[in-house]
């Protein structure tokens, strides 16, 4: 997991309330994207960003906001944190290569919302 | 709709022998394969992944085969290890944005020795 750096490791929110997940990277990747994991349900996508000032939503992008500010950043934002946002978040981030790219995982963030 | 599938959520194996894990997928775009391992309290780490034009990759004891017509992959490991104990990912997608994933729900292999 080298190079993707996340804050917090864990956290414990109530219903309604806001947060951020931290994200860096010192890898000087042009890509980065954030998953969460569920049980039973690998990884999925929330949010993706192709370079800085870019963002773009993924397959559950509901109740999250991204910006990309920097190429090294890549925050995650809850809005209203519910319930059904408890899960395991994963920051990633990759370069372009056309062999394919090799995208690297930060540890983990453990999100609670009761 | 799970576009990826790992039908298999365990596999036990003994140390020594081989694991054989297995992955479908349904969408016919998918170009770029992967496999991650993950341990327990950490992020997933890349283990191999193989392009479209290819059926076969190596990588000392990993071994992943590619089936495009069955839209089917599998990844061997030979010999298996303790430390291969893991839950396994098999992930996909397009090379074109390859930096956007679809994964498997997961497979959990336990070495016993």
């Known amino acids: 997991n080298a190079g993707v750096t996340q804050t917090p490791k864990f956290q414990v929110l109530k219903t309604g309330q806001s947060m951020t997940l931290q994200c860096a990277q010192d890898m000087n990747h042009e890509y980065m994207s954030w998953y969460r994991q569920d049980p039973g349900m690998g990884l999925r996508l929330i949010h993706y960003?192709?370079?800085?000032?870019?963002?773009d939503q993924g397959e559950v992008p509901n109740g999250y906001n991204v910006s990309r500010s920097t190429t090294e950043d890549f925050p995650l934002r809850l809005l209203s944190a519910a319930p059904s946002q408890t899960s395991v978040y994963f920051c990633?981030?990759?370069?372009?290569?056309?062999?394919?790219?090799?995208?690297?995982f930060g540890e983990g963030s453990w999100l609670t919302v009761v | 709709d799970q576009q990826v599938k790992q039908n298999s959520p365990s596999l036990s194996v003994q140390e020594g022998r081989i694991s054989i894990l297995n992955c479908d997928y349904t969408n016919s775009m998918f170009d770029y394969f992967l496999w991650y391992k993950k341990y327990p309290a950490e992020g997933p780490t890349f283990l191999i992944s193989i392009s479209s034009i290819k059926d076969k990759n190596e990588d000392g004891r990993f071994t992943v085969f590619l089936n495009k017509s069955a839209k089917h992959l599998s990844l061997h490991i030979v010999p298996s290890q303790p430390g291969d104990s893991a839950v396994y990912f098999c992930a996909a997608s397009q090379l074109s944005n390859d930096y956007k994933l679809s994964f498997g729900a997961g497979t959990t292999v336990t070495v016993r020795a």
């Open positions: 990633a981030s990759s370069y372009s290569s056309i062999s394919g790219n090799t995208i690297y």
């Open positions: 960003s192709v370079g800085a000032g870019i963002t």
